[in-house]
């Protein structure tokens, strides 16, 4: 079996038309100059994973922007809600993308979860969310595992974004332990590039298609990071490989006096 080359954009913030910006960042051009990287660095044809706010607010207009530039470049991808997104207003207007919870590559599996909570930034697990987790665990049995979520379940020592950690991580860690063969935890939210360990499991958080958040901050803070993704190679042998890319000519700069989103 051949390697599975995986794509991750992650907190595009898309709004109701191509004109919309985020501090000072024009999210769709943003997203597009992503894609294009991708293209360039020779990762065009990967599996895209959309790992949550795909849109600003849940607009539907956000959506189906987004599902016309995937058709029109040609993309395979699979998607999860994040806190600024909304599930049935995704699956209504990601016509061209079904949702798919539980995606099965090469000798992986892949499990994307869902850790926004109603009227909240912060994650967590409902008990419907965290029965799912365990059914889509046993389905998955005996293949190395790839599980997605937003929300991170670990620290990323920024004060405000670690109170949005997820929190009741820990029951859905048990289960990812007693699988015996979850390889990683890939997420967004936090805007920003960290790899970390949860327990004996990698985390990585992957910075966002459009701005990023200051690292170690104790309050909300853009950074002038340009926009980024993660590329992951997931191996027949249950290895993978996984790195992070920032844009090297994206001509936007974010404007770092903005105080909240």
């Given at each position: 079996?051949?390697?599975?080359?995986?794509?991750?954009?992650?907190?595009?913030?898309?709004?109701?038309?191509?004109?919309?910006?985020?501090?000072?960042?024009?999210?769709?051009?943003?997203?597009?100059?992503?894609?294009?990287?991708?293209?360039?660095?020779?990762?065009?044809?990967?599996?895209?994973?959309?790992?949550?706010?795909?849109?600003?607010?849940y607009q539907?207009?956000?959506?189906?922007?987004?599902?016309?530039?995937?058709?029109?470049?040609?993309?395979?991808?699979?998607?999860?809600?994040?806190?600024?997104?909304?599930?049935?207003?995704?699956?209504?207007?990601?016509?061209?993308?079904?949702?798919?919870?539980?995606?099965?590559?090469?000798?992986?599996?892949?499990?994307?979860?869902?850790?926004?909570?109603?009227?909240?930034?912060?994650?967590?697990?409902?008990?419907?969310?965290?029965?799912?987790?365990?059914?889509?665990?046993?389905?998955?049995?005996?293949?190395?595992?790839?599980?997605?979520?937003?929300?991170?379940?670990?620290?990323?020592?920024?004060?405000?974004?670690?109170?949005?950690?997820?929190?009741?991580?820990?029951?859905?860690?048990?289960?990812?332990?007693?699988?015996g063969a979850?390889?990683?935890?890939?997420?967004?939210?936090?805007?920003?590039?960290?790899?970390?360990?949860?327990?004996?499991?990698?985390?990585?958080?992957?910075?966002?298609?459009?701005?990023?958040?200051?690292?170690?901050?104790?309050d909300f803070?853009?950074?002038?990071?340009?926009?980024?993704?993660?590329?992951?190679?997931?191996?027949?042998?249950?290895?993978?490989?996984?790195?992070?890319?920032?844009?090297?000519?994206?001509?936007?700069?974010?404007?770092?006096?903005?105080?909240?989103?």
């Amino acid at each position: 079996m051949s390697t599975v080359h995986i794509t991750q954009i992650t907190d595009l913030h898309l709004g109701s038309d191509k004109s919309e910006t985020l501090g000072g960042v024009t999210t769709f051009d943003s997203f597009q100059s992503v894609l294009r990287a991708t293209e360039a660095q020779g990762r065009g044809g990967n599996l895209l994973l959309l790992t949550g706010d795909l849109a600003g607010d849940y607009q539907p207009e956000a959506y189906q922007l987004l599902d016309q530039a995937l058709v029109d470049a040609d993309k395979q991808a699979i998607w999860l809600p994040g806190n600024h997104d909304d599930v049935e207003t995704m699956k209504a207007n990601l016509s061209h993308y079904p949702r798919q919870r539980i995606y099965e590559a090469g000798s992986w599996g892949m499990l994307l979860l869902d850790s926004s909570k109603p009227n909240s930034p912060g994650g967590h697990f409902s008990d419907e969310e965290l029965v799912f987790a365990e059914r889509g665990l046993n389905q998955l049995a005996g293949k190395p595992v790839l599980v997605a979520m937003h929300h991170s379940p670990v620290l990323v020592n920024s004060a405000w974004i670690d109170k949005q950690q997820i929190d009741n991580h820990q029951r859905l860690y048990q289960m990812l332990e007693a699988h015996g063969a979850v390889k990683a935890v890939v997420t967004g939210h936090v805007h920003q590039h960290n790899d970390s360990i949860w327990g004996d499991i990698p985390v990585y958080s992957t910075p966002s298609s459009c701005v990023q958040f200051e690292k170690y901050s104790a309050d909300f803070a853009l950074s002038d990071h340009p926009p980024g993704y993660r590329w992951l190679d997931l191996h027949a042998d249950g290895s993978l490989q996984t790195g992070v890319e920032f844009l090297k000519d994206f001509a936007q700069r974010c404007d770092q006096s903005c105080v909240g989103y």
